[in-house]
């Protein structure tokens, strides 16, 4: 249930709402917009009398969620979330809004070298946010799994000689603390979006997360994963779609286009497709990339790495900076036909 507060309620009327719902062992999930505040109701699948609230003093009125994901919703908030994932003043770096989110990187970082290199190429190109993986999810584990530490020092260093924001993976709930002091957003891979501890760890602590789609998770098994973070008191998640597994192989994976008009009716929470995973191959990475933003993706997720062919992970899908530049150049003219920028 999402209790609607009159605009221009008061802060004691706010909190006697709280502290009412708080009375039935329900959590209180309140948003305030700049119009009214709203308050989420979440606890456990016990009905509430809503007309309790209703006649209590400041409320609208209330509306019941009866989807299984709540502060995920668009039932919820109706408004597209918009945050800011690195600053907070006139140069922060936001999504959700008007101008997309380009994120772009190595899959991995393998040098400080390879990281710095790749951080400057992709912003001049137009990126606003760094990507590399510090801890790597291999299939294998003989297969390269990452630099952890160094590597997150690296990105560190990248973020100060560039601005740009840093995006990289956290593994495991006990890994949170030390990626939170170095990186920006905390991505959680496709193989952990179910992992319910790690998703209560990123929602305690309150740095934006990007939450990638499991390869054989369905749409609302994402938003669920979501709520898990929300419902820890983390707004701030971006939703990834990076390719299901189908029968097809001439691709890595099927980038289900879909998932991005579904998840913007359903949820209020931005969408960012990644290109790369999804297709597995880099001659189809941007058209992959402007399918995402004529759908309405608020950003895209993109491997760029200074020399594909000796990338330690992920090469075939791995753009050059000139064909990264190339496919910025391509998606600018799709984003302004769809009245927005890069
Ligand atoms: C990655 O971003 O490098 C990655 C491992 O992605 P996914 O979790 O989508 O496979
Ligand atoms: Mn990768």
Redesign the pocket.
């Known amino acids: 249930m999402v209790v609607i507060m009159k605009s221009g309620a008061t802060v004691k009327e706010i909190s006697a709402v709280v502290a009412r719902i708080e009375s039935f062992n329900f959590r209180a999930h309140p948003i305030y917009g700049e119009e009214r505040t709203i308050i989420g109701v979440v606890g456990n699948d016990r009905p509430l009398d809503r007309t309790v609230f209703e006649l209590m003093s400041g409320v609208e009125t209330t509306v019941p969620i009866l989807k299984p994901f709540k502060l995920a919703s668009r039932d919820f908030k109706k408004e597209n979330s918009m945050f800011s994932i690195l600053g907070t003043n006139g140069s922060s770096v936001k999504v959700g809004g008007n101008d997309l989110l380009l994120i772009a990187g190595p899959?991995?970082a393998e040098s400080r070298q390879q990281v710095l290199e790749s951080a400057h190429a992709v912003k001049e190109a137009g990126a606003r946010a760094l990507?590399a993986?510090a801890y790597?999810?291999r299939t294998s584990p003989y297969s390269f799994q990452g630099y952890g530490e160094d590597a997150l020092k690296w990105m560190a260093e990248a973020r100060e000689q560039t601005g740009l924001a840093v995006v990289t993976?956290v593994m495991a709930p006990e890994q949170v603390p030390l990626v939170s002091q170095y990186t920006n957003v905390m991505?959680?891979?496709?193989?952990?979006m179910q992992n319910f501890p790690l998703l209560n760890a990123v929602g305690a602590c309150m740095k934006p997360v990007l939450l990638?789609?499991g390869?054989m998770s369905t749409i609302e098994e994402l938003l669920m994963a979501a709520e898990y973070i929300l419902s820890n008191g983390n707004y701030n998640v971006m939703l990834?779609e990076?390719?299901i597994r189908t029968f097809e192989t001439s691709t890595r994976n099927t980038l289900d286009i879909n998932a991005v008009p579904v998840l913007k009716k359903l949820s209020h929470l931005p969408v960012i497709v990644?290109p790369?995973?999804a297709t597995g191959r880099s001659e189809y990475v941007t058209a992959a990339a402007r399918a995402a933003i004529a759908a309405g993706a608020d950003g895209l997720?993109v491997?760029v790495h200074p020399d594909p062919s000796s990338a330690l992970?992920?090469g075939a899908q791995s753009l050059t900076p000139e064909q990264f530049n190339d496919m910025v150049r391509q998606t600018r003219r799709i984003a302004a036909a769809m009245d927005r920028s890069i």
Do not use: L, T, V
């Not at 991505?187 to 952990?192: F, P, V």
């Open positions: 899959c991995a990507r993986g790597k999810p993976e991505q959680i891979g496709a193989r952990n990638k789609r390869m990834c990076r390719g990644d790369s995973h997720i491997e992970s992920d």
